[in-house]
């Protein structure tokens, strides 16, 4: 039998767990945090979710799917071969098998792979040695999204150790390729994962995302005409070369941000939505000659609605006009290659029910009359789950500061009533059994 999510003493019991396991749950982030996860290098942070599902005892399914079996995915992006495989892990947990599920069912889904750190030197304190100043954590990775990977994972601890049991079945997914391609969450989807909801704890500052945008990743590589500099007139840099297309693209930006973002429903009020990075740079062999060659890794953001293939054809044809006007490039066109994200943006919608449930958890811990809401200009892998499922993608998570920059940080008080929101939503979601029947 499920229990009302709106009792006062269940609600109670609930939030008074959390905060008995909380010096638990942030070493478990501290150690979590200490695994260095960027691209390539995520198995360890793998494996440490790995045995912790199966500590509690989790059913936990761990494999590697190649990157040839999810190309036929809605979603699917190529990493112009810089990925192969795509590594994922889920655990499962679920009413015993003699017991018909009363509860509706929940994706709880985050990513573990994290940023390059910058120059070292630049931190306050080593990357991968959080430490807890002022009631922050410091550490690449804390703020986005490992904090709120762990508040699910305790989340759930915290209503066992309340004596209650979700009455729908749970998925804990953790997935890599997030801030590349979002090829993880492709890939539980090409497994099979489906729930009546999915709910991903990215650092939001306990506000609904509404949208967030999408992204398309490309490559330049132009060439140039070596020359010794002495004798500059007689070559062509491809550096230069470069700049003069990366300023082209820049003026599309803001073509973009001025033209169709000003009308667009969730973003018109957002100011400059749309983002062009030229992020990543390589080129030349040798500081006394002209650059035969540069490489500029870039990323453009979508707009929800949005079709990338018609936004993938500005940009080309952005390039070939500024080509035309340079007078080696005219003769010298450059190349692009799509080199990751081709991501479209997502409006969460007709998730009437989740929304509630949520907006009734975060009232209950926050005290606020209702649930914030907020556009993102970064996106997420709620778009998977929603936009080519029809599984309502709730994000929501705590308050960070710094990600993807130098000192990130997240604030552990918000971590605390992330736990709490997520446990209650659960409640409020699944519904709760007590365990001893």
């Known amino acids: 039998m499920t229990l009302s999510p709106d009792d006062p003493s269940l609600r109670d019991a609930i939030i008074s767990a959390v905060a008995d396991g909380f010096d638990r749950q942030t070493r478990f982030l501290a150690d979590f945090t200490r695994i260095p996860s960027r691209r390539g290098q995520e198995d360890a942070a793998l494996d440490f979710m790995a045995g ?48 018909i599920p009363e509860g509706r069912s929940l994706i709880l889904q985050g990513h573990l ?23 922050w954590m410091y550490g690449r990775g804390a703020g986005d999204m490992k904090a709120g990977k762990v508040a699910a994972l305790f989340a759930v601890d915290a209503l066992r150790r309340a004596g209650y049991a979700p009455a729908g079945r749970l998925h804990y997914q953790s997935v890599i390729e997030e801030e590349s391609s979002g090829l993880g969450a492709l890939a539980t989807l090409a497994r099979g994962y489906r729930a009546d909801c999915a709910f991903i704890p990215e650092p939001t500052a306990h506000r609904l995302v509404r949208a967030q945008v999408g992204a398309i990743w490309f490559r330049l590589k132009v060439r140039g005409r070596p020359a010794h500099v002495a004798y500059a007139g007689t070559g062509s840099s491809a550096i230069t070369a470069a ?12 073509h973009w941000n ?4 000003t009308r667009h429903p969730h973003y018109k009020g957002v100011n400059h939505p749309l983002n062009f990075n030229a992020g990543k740079i390589a080129g030349g062999d040798w500081t006394s000659s002209l650059p035969a060659w540069c490489d500029v890794d870039c990323r453009m953001g979508l707009l929800p609605g949005d079709v990338v293939s018609e936004r993938r054809a500005q940009i080309i044809a952005t390039i070939k006009e500024a ?19 081709m991501a479209d943006g997502y409006v969460l919608e007709n998730a009437a029910e989740p929304e509630s449930a949520l907006a009734g958890a975060h009232c ?71 365990l001893d029947g």
């Open 52 to 99: 912790a599902l199966r500590a509690r005892g989790w059913q936990v399914d761990d494999w590697t799917a190649p990157i040839d079996t999810l190309r036929d995915e809605p979603g699917f992006c190529d990493c112009a071969g810089e990925v192969d495989s795509v590594r994922s892990v889920v655990g499962t947990l679920a009413p015993d098998s003699s017991e």
């Open 113 to 135: 792979d994290v940023v390059p750190e910058g120059p070292l030197g630049m931190w306050k304190s080593p990357p991968y040695s959080p430490e807890t100043r002022d009631g």
């Open 243 to 254: 700049m003069h297309l990366v300023t082209a693209l820049q003026k599309m930006e803001s």
């Open 258 to 261: 001025d033209e169709d973002a």
């Open 323 to 341: 080509a035309a006007a340079h007078p080696f490039l005219r003769d010298n066109p450059p190349e692009i290659e799509w080199t990751g994200f």
């Open 364 to 434: 209950a811990v926050t005290g606020e009359s209702a649930l914030p809401e907020d556009s993102w200009t970064a996106l997420t892998d709620t778009r998977f789950y929603g936009l080519y499922h029809g599984i309502p993608s709730l994000c929501y998570g705590p308050i960070a500061d710094s990600i993807h920059g130098f000192d990130e940080k997240v604030d552990l008080a918000s971590v605390q009533r992330t736990t709490e929101v997520i446990a209650l939503f659960i409640a409020r979601w699944c519904g709760v059994r007590r």
